[in-house]
């Protein structure tokens, strides 16, 4: 017997455990599945040549105290000709002002959204992002949320067809259409509802794939949900996978499941303990220690209360070592053995150390927990992952090394190979990027790389054992065993059984805590003999002789480069937030991030995983959306090209940083470091003197004008380059040592920057010119006057003569034409520089030509 050291695919067939989504309440009738279940084969004995890649079961914390349902409130209402309606005559209202009746199950409907991941009487912030409603709280908000429980409750019933916003005309008002519009269009491009790999999914897929390129890195869950849901959306997607096939950690969807027509089998709650000796452990102290232990735990938490902020730097382990000791002299041996059992336990649950585990926040996914009964999914995730990787792109043993991205798109190099793309989606494992192994090119904002610092990333193993016969009790899932040292308490603590659903005598071993990095460099052949006495221990005083193991496999998570670890906890330090953090997107929409590290919600889980891949894949789709609008805005020809050329030439004359050949202009109002700014880059020009006495806003003459002309002409005009970035990034290229050189290659290489031309900043930084402008003339930006904003505006009376006022002259209501030195030129091209207001200029759109008119009635209005 020479147990080997894990290899990707083996044990690819074992089963999960996972907690699927909760089944419908009872009083709902579901609607038949019209797609007929996919049929089970017979269990078989599992190909022991394909036993690794064992994805960790469902944290079963067997020891963490029982879990209160997320308390939440329904909008009561009350439906017509109802008592408290006749006692209470008043007028009636509009009918826009009304709670609306869908059915009469909106508390069952409300349930499953909170299975979804819903509040029950607000909105999420994703939903309010996107604006679903135009005013936060009232009425319009409560009859969205029961739309939106609505459509999700309706998909669930039959998840195999795909739900289409005309089911749902005539059972939502029409006063409510608009309602309907926005929560269908949020919850389908937000992947809630009609997803999956259901035949009536796949059927949605396009043909060709028009929309931009986007390469995702990693092929575990949350890659391939988000490449599936991208493709449906229209996007070309390539998936870089650096294992020779896809694989998972975590636990799968109820949702998948059932698509796949797969049964499920629950994990029984019986789980004996046994002790060194392997007697069992009584039952009576059992449960006792449990509780105490449960209480440890309560207590822990009133107290990081009492600490407040102070208990973000105390360990959960410190907490209930101190509580430990209080107690030291009311228990004995056993019970302190029991004690630790229960620690490991919840080092297990969390895949970290006690001592390193945040007491402010090491449970702060606890109210999201989705319920439902713990399972395991027979046929292992070899199927769901077939599945979800059906029909997509995925290049094997591309191990990428470097991510490059930038204002023009991406570079992800993977060896020698460099794939080029629109955008890309990073899901590499917390561990891996903890380790520095991927080089972001420019470097990642240190906001994200002291959030990836922060989190913790523990480690489980395991040993798993097929024999050649069952020689275990069969009417149990699971059995523990008790260790007296503390420093090993994690080994072989936890036994779980798969030969009800594996088709095989499957046992599995683990191997969590401190035992669990002692593990990594464990000889596999050790790690074996340790476990076979153990349950030698157990069953051979019973009379059951315990056989060698047919094969066995040793996992090796730490020290396995494309995991380095196995799943997320709040280490001391850290926090919640952290997990938003690592799920913010870079770089204006080029690379963003998904995996269970990256959902506070549902961390360390599959189905996290899952669903952060269908939430990038949202965001994605939506910059990318952007990015297509932006695009087609700049290829239309810009009426004030000239004034805005004009104008940032004028703010360039005074920048607000200027080093060597690069200058700097930005709003100083805006006191934020991430703020916009723009940075212009001077060639073949000598440096200027300082212009002493001069004004930011202070107006240049016809004569200036006219020479900057001839100097044009005569060729002698130096080369401008822009470029937007931040101001905190204008200083740090500041400070860069070594010349205009130095700065160069910092600027382009550890920014990522891309220098354009004036006519490729494109209408954000018209905006930020018009703004700052505006701001030096001591007026408010306006992008009405300017003509540099898209989108609808507002024009108020009384202002306009400040907003349009003609660099050359204006036209008072007594006809006289009085100079302006201080004023802006905005709609007068350089050529024509002597205008009057009841001259219009012939480029002008209907909107300027709507304010010039205002604007002359304004002038003859008495003042």
Request: positive net charge; contains cysteine; hydrophobic residues 35%.
């Amino acid at each position: 017997m020479n147990p080997p050291t894990p290899t990707p695919d083996e044990f690819s067939s074992l089963p999960l455990e996972f907690i699927p989504f909760p089944p419908l309440p009872s009083q709902t009738s579901p609607t038949p599945i019209q797609t007929p279940p996919v049929p089970v084969p017979a269990p078989a004995l599992p190909n022991t040549n394909a036993f690794l890649s064992f994805p960790i079961p469902k944290k079963r914390r067997r020891g963490r105290p029982q879990k209160t349902q997320t308390s939440f409130h329904f909008p009561q209402f009350f439906p017509p000709n109802t008592t408290q309606n006749q006692q209470h005559k008043q007028p009636i209202p509009d009918i826009s002002e009304e709670i609306i009746v869908i059915n009469k199950e909106s508390t069952n409907e409300a349930l499953i959204g909170l299975s979804a991941g819903f509040p029950a009487d607000s909105l999420t912030d994703e939903e309010i992002d996107a604006r679903v409603v135009t005013n936060i709280g009232g009425i319009e908000q409560v009859n969205y949320i029961l739309i939106r429980n609505h459509i999700i409750a309706k998909w669930r019933e039959n998840i195999n067809v795909w739900i289409t916003k005309e089911m749902f005309v005539n059972s939502v008002p029409k006063h409510c259409h608009g309602l309907l519009d926005s929560a269908y269009n949020y919850l389908v491009s937000h992947g809630y509802i009609n997803f999956g790999v259901s035949q009536s999914i796949k059927e949605k897929f396009p043909n060709e794939y028009t929309k931009s390129n986007v390469i995702v890195v990693g092929a575990g869950l949350a890659g391939l949900s988000a490449a599936r849901q991208l493709m449906r959306l229209g996007f070309k997607v390539t998936v870089l996978e650096g294992r020779k096939r896809a694989g998972t950690l975590g636990n799968p969807l109820g949702i998948l499941a059932r698509q796949l027509g797969y049964s499920m089998h629950k994990v029984r709650d019986k789980c004996p303990l046994y002790s060194l000796d392997g007697k069992p452990v009584d039952l009576d102290m059992d449960m006792k220690v449990e509780t105490a232990f449960n209480r440890l735990l309560d207590k822990a938490s009133r107290l990081r209360q009492l600490m407040g902020d102070v208990s973000v730097d105390v360990s959960l382990g410190a907490a209930l070592e101190t509580f430990r000791q209080v107690y030291e002299d009311a228990v004995n041996k056993e019970e302190i053995n029991l004690f630790n059992w229960h620690c490991a336990n919840l080092e297990y649950a969390n895949a970290g150390l006690l001592s390193k585990l945040s007491l402010a926040f090491w449970d702060q996914d606890d109210p999201y927990d989705m319920g439902g009964d713990h399972c395991f999914l027979p046929g292992g995730n070899g199927r769901l992952v077939q599945a979800l990787a059906e029909n997509v792109s995925i290049l094997y043993e591309k191990t990428v090394h470097t991510i490059r991205y930038g204002s023009d798109g991406v570079q992800v190099i993977a060896g020698s190979q460099v794939f080029e793309g629109d955008m890309v989606l990073c899901t590499v494992p917390l561990g891996v990027l903890k380790s520095g192994s991927i080089k972001f090119i420019p470097e990642l904002p240190q906001r994200k790389l002291d959030g990836i610092k922060r989190l913790g990333y523990g480690l489980l193993n395991k040993v798993a054992m097929l024999f050649p016969y069952v020689f275990w009790e069969t009417d149990r899932d699971t059995f523990g065993h008790l260790t007296d040292d503390t420093s090993s308490r994690g080994e072989f603590f936890l036994f779980y059984s798969y030969a009800t659903v594996a088709g095989g005598p499957i046992l599995i071993a683990l191997v969590a805590g401190e035992a669990a990095h002692k593990f990594e460099s464990m000889p596999p052949t050790d790690a074996v003999t340790k476990v076979i006495q153990i349950l030698k221990g157990i069953y051979e005083p019973l009379g059951i002789t315990v056989p060698e193991p047919i094969q066995t496999v040793c996992t090796r998570w730490g020290s396995d480069p494309f995991t380095l670890g196995s799943y997320s906890n709040v280490a001391v330090g850290a926090s919640g937030d952290d997990y938003d953090i690592l799920a913010e997107s870079v770089g204006d929409g080029r690379l963003f991030f998904a995996g269970e590290a990256t959902t506070r919600r549902y961390p360390a889980t599959m189905h996290g995983a899952f669903l952060s891949g269908l939430r990038e894949a949202a965001n994605m789709a939506h910059y990318a959306g952007t990015r297509a609008s932006r695009m087609k805005a700049n290829r239309t020809p810009s009426k004030n090209a000239h004034t805005c050329a004009s104008l940032l030439a004028d703010l360039f004359r005074e920048p607000d940083i200027e080093f060597g050949s690069f200058s700097v202009i930005f709003g100083k109002k805006n006191p934020d470091p991430k703020s916009a700014a723009i940075l212009r880059v001077t060639f073949s020009e000598p440096r200027k003197k300082t212009q002493e006495g001069s004004r930011p806003d202070q107006q240049h003459s016809n004569k200036l004008l006219f020479q900057q002309l001839q100097s044009h002409f005569n060729q002698q005009q130096p080369l401008h380059v822009y470029t937007l970035l931040s101001k905190q990034q204008a200083l740090e290229l500041r400070e860069v040592r070594g010349g205009d050189e130095m700065r160069m290659n910092y600027l382009c290489e550890k920014l990522g920057v891309k220098l354009i031309g004036r006519k490729g900043l494109g209408p954000t930084a018209d905006s930020l010119i018009a703004s700052i402008k505006a701001e030096r003339g001591g007026r408010k930006a306006t992008a009405t006057s300017l003509g540099l904003k898209s989108g609808t505006f507002k024009l108020q009376k009384g202002t306009l003569k400040r907003k349009l006022v003609r660099r050359a002259k204006i036209v008072r209501s007594s006809n006289k034409s009085v100079p302006t030195p201080n004023s802006i030129m905005v709609n007068a091209k350089v050529s024509e520089e002597i205008r009057t207001t009841n001259q219009v200029p012939s480029e002008m759109n209907s909107a300027e030509q709507t304010q010039v008119d205002l604007w002359k009635n304004d002038q003859t209005a008495p003042s």
